[in-house]
Structures are given as structure tokens and as C-alpha cells.
């Protein structure tokens, strides 16, 4: 099992620790109520170093990168951040990543934990040969600082002031002393920063954090926060064999440009039209829907739940699922199979929280 360089700072906080994606991470520390309020309310802070970073650099670098996701890339200024994915031949989703330009022949990839060493082996495949590729994951430690108090937290160690930045940009910056890079990014739904750091500098960056008023969260927040902005998490609402359309991505998808590993599949199920759509639901009846459980309208399976559980900050139980797209629309109705009984659920729109 690995462990990310902030494995003893959780254990001495008393964090409950649980496998994930082939490292030891902390689900919890107190109570995952708590650390998800913190995060709407004040600011929580997450380790995420298990993610990944692959980077590349030289001549052919961008024009690389342009070809194995489905975003712009060419376009993307330096210090801007871009949403896309990685796709297969047959149009399915590799991961979903998040692109840095770093400069105008530097780019880097941050990837799921997971699917590092198969993200980083599909990029090497696919590469030009005047471009480097570098898998940075085991020397980068990667922070999330997440809630509307993050700003104030950021300046309160010497960041430069950072209400004028934008989402979706990132700058160098000297925070507690060291060099990181600050990223106005997330994965909660929240206001927030993802601090990119070495991984030796991981613990002093933590516990300063911590120190001006940052509240550890585990890995049980991520996932409820996430849940209710309605953000796939690969393994769930994403995997190899299912279509960004599928998932409605399509605004993460250069598709009259094409020019993608995957375009020309992508573009048949968008003639055709997606088969199902992944769909938001409240659960009407008592019961808690779960990843897995089938979706059923009128006794038949028609789909089945990638997530769901109940919302810290709507006090109800929602979840996401795949349905075809008859079913897909807010109004309709189906019920989940919790258990092998049917309790009744209502399609809503998404984000549940904004």
C-alpha cells in the first residue's frame, strides 16, 4: 500500500484510514458532517497527494497533448487550467484531467490516482518524439484548500492577494516560506485552491495551513461534496466503455474540431445520440440510494446508480445514475432497487448544491 507524504500527520491527527486507489488515506478525522460543513461553511483542507502529474515538455509538446484530450489545448494561455479527458479509440473515457499550461512548450496533466500508471503508458504511446513525458506523481504532494475562507487563509502565510484571481487560472507563488504552485481549482463545489508543492515540503505546508484555520476533512467529505456539485468521480460515473456525451461532458468536448484520439466515435453517438445520459435524482421514498443498486421504471432494470447517499447540506438523499434519455428530464420519475424493494425517486437538475 503507498502512502503519500502526509501518512503520519493524519495517523498522529487520529484519522480513521482506508485503502484507496492502492494508497492509505484518511476517510475521516472526526466527523464527515463536520469536515463537509467546514468546507461550505469556513475552510477544510485535503491531502490529494495521490493524484497524479504527468508533464510535458519541448517542441511538440502542446500539439501533443491537443491530440489526447478532448479539450483545446493550443488555445489555453499560460497560467490557465482547462477540464478535459482522455479518450479511447472507441470514444470511452481513459480519465477525466484537468490541463496546465505552464508555458508555451510546457504542459502538465493532472490525473486520477488510480489511473497513473495507465494514464502515464497511454501518453508515452501516443506521444510525439519531440516531446518529453514525465510522470512527476511521486515527487509532487498536492493539497486541496476548499471553502469560502481559503483566500484569507492563503494570504494569512504570504500569498499575494488573491480575490482578483480568477477560476480556472494558477500562478507561482511563495506560500509558508516555499515555492508552490497556487491553483484556483477544486473538486467540491466550493470556492478553493489546489497547492501543488514538492513533496518534501508537504508536512511544514500542511501543518501551517492547519495552523491558520484550514480543518483536516478525509476522503468521506470529498466524496459528499462532490456528490452534491454533481462532479464524476472515475470508476463511477466514468469509465472506459462510457462516452463523455454519455455523462454530458459535451462542453468539455472540442467536437467540430475533432483532431482527438476518439473523435471520430464521439461523433458517431452524437449523430446517433447518446443511448443514456447520466441523470440526477431525490430519493421520494425512504431509503438511501448506493452505487451499484439498478434504476427500474415499471418493474423493468433500465439503469443503475454510479453514486448517491444523503446530502449534508439539503438534509435529503440525492443521487446519480445512468437512465435512457426518456427517463432523463426533471419531473420524471423511477424507482431505486434498495434491498430488492422499489422506492421512488424524482429526476432534479444538477448541480444539487451550487
Not at 509538446?61 to 489545448?73: K, Q, S
Not at 463511477?236 to 472540442?254: G, I, N, Q, W, Y
Request: proline fraction near 5%; include cysteine; charged fraction near 20%.
Amino acid at each position: 500500500m503507498q502512502r503519500t507524504p502526509l501518512h503520519e500527520a493524519h495517523v498522529a491527527l487520529g484519522a480513521r484510514m482506508v485503502p484507496f486507489a492502492g494508497f492509505d488515506m484518511p476517510v475521516q478525522y472526526d466527523s464527515i458532517k463536520e469536515e463537509h460543513a467546514a468546507v461550505r461553511q469556513t475552510a477544510g483542507l485535503f491531502d490529494v497527494s495521490h493524484m497524479g502529474q504527468i508533464h510535458f515538455t519541448g517542441p511538440e509538446a502542446v500539439a501533443t497533448v491537443e491530440r489526447l484530450v478532448t479539450c483545446h489545448v493550443a488555445s489555453l494561455r499560460v497560467g490557465r487550467v482547462r477540464y478535459g479527458l482522455l479518450c479511447n479509440e472507441e470514444g470511452g473515457v481513459v480519465d477525466d484531467v484537468t490541463v496546465y499550461r505552464t508555458a508555451e512548450d510546457s504542459v502538465f496533466l493532472c490525473v486520477n490516482a488510480a489511473n497513473v500508471e495507465k494514464d502515464y503508458r497511454w501518453c508515452v504511446r501516443h506521444a510525439s518524439e519531440a516531446a518529453g513525458v514525465r510522470n512527476r506523481s511521486t515527487e509532487t504532494a498536492l493539497l486541496a484548500l476548499q471553502g469560502p475562507a481559503s483566500a484569507a487563509i492563503l494570504s494569512k502565510l504570504g500569498a499575494a492577494p488573491l480575490d482578483g484571481m480568477r477560476r480556472f487560472r494558477f500562478v507561482d507563488a511563495e506560500l509558508a516560506g516555499g515555492k508552490v504552485l497556487l491553483s484556483r481549482t477544486g473538486y467540491t463545489g466550493s470556492d478553493g485552491f489546489e497547492i501543488y508543492a514538492p513533496a518534501a515540503a508537504a508536512l511544514g505546508l500542511w501543518q501551517a495551513l492547519t495552523d491558520a484555520g484550514a480543518r483536516p476533512c478525509g476522503l468521506g467529505a470529498r466524496d459528499t461534496l462532490r456528490l452534491e456539485a454533481a462532479l464524476p468521480l472515475y470508476g463511477h460515473e466514468l469509465d472506459d466503455s462510457t462516452s463523455p456525451l454519455e455523462a454530458r461532458l459535451d462542453r468539455f468536448v472540442k467536437l467540430e474540431a475533432g483532431g482527438f484520439i476518439g473523435a471520430e466515435a464521439v461523433r458517431r453517438c452524437a449523430e446517433a445520440g447518446p443511448k443514456r445520459l447520466l441523470t440526477g435524482f431525490e430519493m421520494v421514498g425512504r431509503g438511501i440510494a448506493r452505487a451499484g443498486y439498478p434504476i427500474a421504471k415499471q418493474g423493468e432494470t433500465v439503469g443503475a446508480v454510479t453514486s448517491g447517499g444523503p446530502s449534508p447540506t439539503l438534509g435529503k438523499s440525492i443521487g446519480l445514475g445512468y437512465v435512457p434519455p426518456a427517463l432523463a428530464e426533471p419531473g420524471q420519475e423511477f424507482d431505486i432497487v434498495v434491498r430488492d424493494k422499489p422506492v421512488a425517486a424524482r429526476v432534479i437538475e444538477t448541480p444539487f448544491v451550487s
